[in-house]
């Protein structure tokens, strides 16, 4: 059981914005300002596409987005595009580890 | 650029030893915590722990104390994961991957698949 709760999946069309959350409590997703999310293809390393919260690494499109509302941290995707189709993993920091979500699968229609 | 670079697959049997490698270039090693991850098949990403770079102090997470060791070679710029007694249920892929702000993890390795089958 992983200590960071995800959706095991969503969907959306083409351009159709989506949300994905990552449910923890106050050790960690509420007590920290250390979230950050990963996009793995399948066969792929895990790639981070936001940290601390809400900020993107450099290369990585303003389509995504970060933000964190007491224990619920969210992942939003705009203009989804074939590409995006992926697992997603939140991650935070625990003050002595780091914990993941269990995972959600974002399906592309 | 940042790059972590992983030793290829390995095929062990049950009670066996097997380290992978992790080698780091385009930044200065000592700088950068380096952690590991593993996915067992069809499953999601675990962590696993972490090396401190400038002191070679590893800490592992629940789950991965005993029999996983994590060691640093900083004259090659490479960490290594030993898994001892290994067990089937130890097949999985095995990522490094850096850790640039606080449980941000910006660049990891291409993983290593370690079956453990007899």
């Known amino acids: 059981q992983s200590a960071l709760t995800q959706p095991a999946s969503v969907s959306g069309s083409p351009g159709q914005s989506i949300t994905i959350s990552c449910t923890g409590t106050?050790?960690?997703?509420?007590?920290?300002?250390?979230v950050s999310w990963y996009q793995q293809h399948p066969g792929k390393a895990p790639k981070l596409i936001i940290y601390?919260?809400?900020n993107r690494p450099s290369g990585v499109s303003n389509r995504f987005s970060g933000s964190k509302s007491g224990n619920t941290a969210s992942l939003a995707i705009s203009g989804l595009q074939a590409e995006d189709e992926a697992d997603y993993y939140c991650?935070?920091?625990?003050?002595?580890?780091?914990?993941f979500g269990g995972g959600t699968k974002l399906t592309v229609l | 650029q940042v790059q972590l670079v992983q030793s290829g697959s390995e095929l062990k049997k049950p009670g066996a030893s097997v380290k992978v490698s992790c080698k780091a270039s385009?930044?200065?090693?000592?700088?950068?915590?380096i952690n590991w991850v593993r996915q067992a098949p069809g499953q999601g990403l675990e962590w696993m722990g972490w090396?401190?770079?400038?002191?070679?102090?590893?800490s592992y997470a629940q789950g991965f104390t005993g029999r996983f060791v994590f060691s640093l070679d900083t004259s090659v710029s490479t960490a290594y994961l030993q898994i001892n007694s290994l067990k089937a249920e130890d097949t999985a892929v095995y990522y490094c991957?850096?850790?640039?702000?606080?449980?941000?993890?910006?660049?990891w390795g291409q993983g290593t698949l370690v079956t453990v089958s007899s």
């Open positions: 601390g919260v809400g």
């Open positions: 991957a850096r850790d640039f702000l606080t449980a941000s993890f910006d660049s």
């Open positions: 090396i401190n770079p400038k002191t070679g102090n590893p």
């Open positions: 991650s935070s920091y625990t003050g002595r580890s780091t914990a």
């Open positions: 106050s050790s960690d997703v509420g007590g920290y300002n250390y």
């Open positions: 385009g930044y200065t090693f000592t700088d950068y915590a």
